[in-house]
């Protein structure tokens, strides 16, 4: 077994833009059908149980206009919270894993910044730059994250509890 694999792991990709103004189209679709039904409501004259159709069309549009506010508006956050998380489109993230030593390095760059570097043993207590916020470890690939809002202290210590067996699912890095 080769002692240092080196890896630049694919990240995984942030929610688009384009996926955040689909669900505001969305939304828009579904509000503007539920004031449709509303002015339906309102203003049609069927001659029979106008009072009770009316009233109908009415519920159905406010329902369709919740219904739309509150999955359009709680989907809009999550796509937002998604792409601040992503935040890593300008770095250049690379690895290199010591499988006889048992601790890897993590490379982050931004644009033309010096690269930042993080030794992690595994088990130990170790410091971490801003660059890097969490380490997901599965089996043999290391895939880090950026910080989005909370910028770590360089001093800020992290408890690395890694898995070193092959098979096992996932290895984390908490915080």
Do not use: H
Not at 1 to 7: G, N, R, Y
Not at 28 to 46: K, N
Not at 105 to 118: F, L, M, W
Request: charged share 25%; aromatic share 12%.
């Amino acid at each position: 077994m080769k002692c240092v694999t080196k890896c630049t792991p694919e990240l995984q990709k942030g929610a688009s833009k384009s996926a955040l103004t689909k669900q505001w189209v969305m939304m828009s679709v579904w509000v503007l059908l539920g004031i449709l039904l509303i002015v339906v409501g309102c203003c049609a004259d069927y001659g029979f149980r106008t009072e009770i159709i009316n009233v109908i069309f009415i519920i159905w549009g406010c329902a369709l206009i919740a219904i739309g506010l509150i999955f359009g508006l709680v989907n809009i956050v999550k796509i937002n919270k998604e792409m601040k998380r992503n935040i890593y489109n300008d770095r250049n993230l690379s690895f290199e894993y010591d499988f006889c030593e048992e601790y890897f390095t993590v490379t982050a760059t931004r644009g033309e910044d010096k690269p930042e570097v993080a030794k992690v043993e595994y088990g130990n207590i170790w410091k971490v730059k801003e660059s890097v916020k969490y380490i997901y470890m599965y089996m043999d690939n290391v895939r880090a994250f950026p910080v989005d809002k909370t910028v770590l202290k360089m001093e800020e210590i992290i408890l690395l509890r890694g898995y070193l067996q092959r098979g096992k699912e996932q290895r984390k890095m908490y915080r």
